[in-house]
């Protein structure tokens, strides 16, 4: 006979499951929208903060559809090892890009500051983008920590945690493109790429090496 007590509490978790599925969805769609605008817009306007932003927001596009993947998994009802394992290698995976992404920014930065290319110009499209990513992301990013935390995931929390670099992400490179703008400080957006290297090396050395959020949350089983 099933205990009508933990039939509850696998009906609940079915549905905080799918709750945690539809965040990732939501994040990789937002990020690929996203990654695709400031790319684009980065290379009209010459801005390396802003093509930098929108790389990083593909590398997030990764990480969100991995774990909904393992989620997807878990909604089959299907044995989450398999998901864990190409979750370990995607994180690898998403760490080395990041950290590739931190020496072009690093060269390319330190190129324009030098006089080597183009001066960076105003982006109207790049200050909207960000603006809008500087409201959206951290909302986001809570409610997967939430999630993460009534699930017991650490796949998810350490999801949630990078939309809300993202969002740090969004306000330095905002800072850049505003002060060019307004201000004609063209060195402000390589200044502003500079910023985003130490974050975006953190992340991409706790990815490489495959590092768990740390966060203590109860196990759950396959995450």
Known sequence: MVNPAAGSRMLDRELLVRRGFILCVLTVIWNIAEGMIAVTAGISADSIALFGFGVDSFVETASAAVVGWRFSYEMKGRSPEEAKKAERWAARIAGSLLLLLALYILLDAVRVLLGYGDQP??????????SVSLALMP????AKLRAARQIGSRALRADGYESISCAWLSLAVLGGLIMNAKLGWWWADPAAALALIPLIVREGLEGLRGEECGCGCAHENGS
């Open 121 to 130: 110009g105003p982006s109207i499209v790049g200050i909207i983008l960000t």
């Open 139 to 142: 909302l986001l990013g809570w």
